[in-house]
């Protein structure tokens, strides 16, 4: 038996409609078996009076967090407020300032940035950009998710916005 780590195909978008406003997230899970199945989960969830980049963060989160042990994950989104928060290093630059900016104000989301550092600890994580609305099968079905649950009568107040 192998200590090898699930590889898991993590895709992710995030929705409002209006900045604060309804929004929503999507995000696929995907993992192959042994006999080379793909098996997939879908999570999704709309909130009332958020933000587009608190979606697509929550997106990357409630992934992260429904995985039941450390896997391998590559992470596909289309959110340069994400992937270059790690990137450019900007995250490590706000947890040295203690979560002030280089023009020394607060980061915003704050909330959902150490809830996402702390879901990301388990895991080695591959971050991969995508181009967003460009026909990428899975970035179109996680941005349908997100769309389709800021829609719903089911929303969760967002209190951190």
Not at 37 to 46: A, D, I, P, S, V
Not at 67 to 81: E, G, N, Q, T
Not at 105 to 134: E, Q, T
Request: charged share 30%; net charge positive.
């Amino acid at each position: 038996m192998t200590d090898e780590k699930l590889a898991v195909e993590m895709y992710t978008d995030g929705a409002c409609g209006g900045n604060p406003g309804r929004g929503g997230y999507g995000c696929i899970l995907r993992y192959k078996d042994i006999n080379g199945n793909y098996h997939e989960k879908e999570l999704t969830q709309g909130y009332d009076c958020t933000t587009n980049n608190r979606m697509e963060l929550m997106a990357v989160i409630k992934g992260l967090e429904a995985l039941k042990k450390p896997c391998r994950v590559d992470i596909y989104s289309d959110s340069k407020y994400f992937i270059d928060a790690f990137e450019q290093k900007w995250i490590d630059n706000w947890q040295k300032n203690n979560w002030k900016t280089a023009g020394k104000k607060p980061v915003k989301n704050v909330d959902l940035w150490r809830r996402l550092l702390s879901a990301m600890k388990p895991h080695d994580i591959k971050l991969i950009w995508v181009k967003g609305h460009n026909g990428h099968e899975f970035n179109e079905r996680c941005d349908r998710l997100a769309v389709n649950s800021s829609k719903s009568d089911n929303l969760i107040k967002d209190i951190n916005n």
